[in-house]
């Protein structure tokens, strides 16, 4: 065996320098066959290794037509080779295949029939389409500039892609793989074409175009936003699969070496699990607390909206559970945040609207934990309250109206022994004898009417206060009244 063997490596040899002219085509497609039959490239691996170094060598030498032909034969069974150094050389040939991809007008009989031909409408053929766009989700992800970071081949990574998956992507982490570098532009552009047509699915299509749609260059990120717009509505956001994987993107994979993806794709990864009910179960309260953690703690602007986008969804549909796993958390960590940052510098990009989200998910959020509200020292009432105080007339100040205001009916609901109804007098008595700053005392007086009980003479007394003093704003005045003639 060791003689045959040694004379094949001989004759293939010799073959190799005859066929260096690149005028000398290859029987491609025969040797595709050649190689993916389990009775020959099967059974003698040194036979499918001649295939594969021949099959790279002659695809780039084909007729255009003749490559597209290869496009069935070699998407079939793909996911299912046991070799990676063969899989990953067989996806990149059917990369370098597709620049030449041109889709058929969507809808017609041929786009349609395109999965069929393609073999993923087969018994197993859909597992090649999964496995292909999961690939193709990959590389949209794939940045080379990791290659300058100096990193030795096989710990190369970007955002998004372990090291495995970039020496996968790259034939070994080898930077010829696209050279030049804009190649990959141009490959990106031809598998978007292919995901567009009939070939896949829109739940195919998702991922590999949300990826792609936050491409640093529009002419990726172009087609691509066509693409997901298209296949969004066929994917159900409350499917447990595709909320795992939006997870996974945000924070990556640590027991796989997968770290988070860059920013931009971040913030619309938040904006799409602020649309889905099965994003803040209970199960997925870590993760909540840690994009909020994540996105206050970030300089882009988008990224901090959605996060609070997705705080003031989690606050009106997430179920008790989670409110009791992530309220406490979320709420200290914007109260933290909002203190931390000044009226001047309104948190950084974005100013007073950021600011201004703030407290509106600070209010709807602790409406859903009362218990954190109502207790003897009253701290996120003297919090708001505070704030409403020192902050500028304005819509950051009409913010934290609209969140004592949220409060307030949850609050009202609430019974309070005799300890926590003190604290709250003075609370509300030191607003609204309070000079310094934004006057607070037109919410104070409500809270006094809304909470505290006609005979309650620390209430009554609120409302008299109000009345008493000079140039007193009118709805104050018109509040304060109502406290003392309308009182329960």
Known sequence: ????????????????????????????????????????????????????????????????????????????????????????????????VLVHFEPPDRGTQEDLALRTKMGFDECTGNEDAVWVAGWFKRLMLLNLSAFASGSTPGRLNCPGISAAEFDFLTLGGKKETFNPFAVLTDIKKAVLKFLASGAFADQERFFPSLVAASDTNSAVAGPAEDVFKRSLPSVSLDDGEIVRELYQLYFGSPGDAIPPVKVVLQARVVGLLAKSTEAIGEQWGDQIVKIVESGLETDYVRLRQAVFAFVNWTSRMGGAEVMETVAIDVVEKVRYWLLSTSQEGGGGAGGDDLRGYGYESLGLLAKRAPGMVVEKDWRILKFLFGRLRDEPAGSVAVSVEGALATLLPTIAKQRLDKETEEGLEELIIEQIIADKGRSTRFSAVRYANRILEFRNVEGRWGNLLALGRKGERGEVVEEAKKGIYIGG
């Open 1 to 96: 065996m060791l003689t045959i063997t040694i004379k094949v490596i001989s004759i293939c040899q010799h073959v190799n320098t005859r066929i260096r002219p690149v005028t000398i085509i290859l029987p491609v497609a025969a040797l595709l066959k050649q190689f993916k039959d389990p009775e020959v490239g099967g059974r003698y691996p040194l036979v499918r290794n001649f295939d594969l170094m021949y099959i790279q060598t002659g695809v780039g030498r084909l007729p255009v037509l003749e490559r597209l032909e290869l496009l069935p034969p070699l998407l079939k069974d793909i996911s299912k080779h046991d070799n990676v150094i063969h899989q990953r050389s067989l996806f990149n040939i059917l990369l370098k």
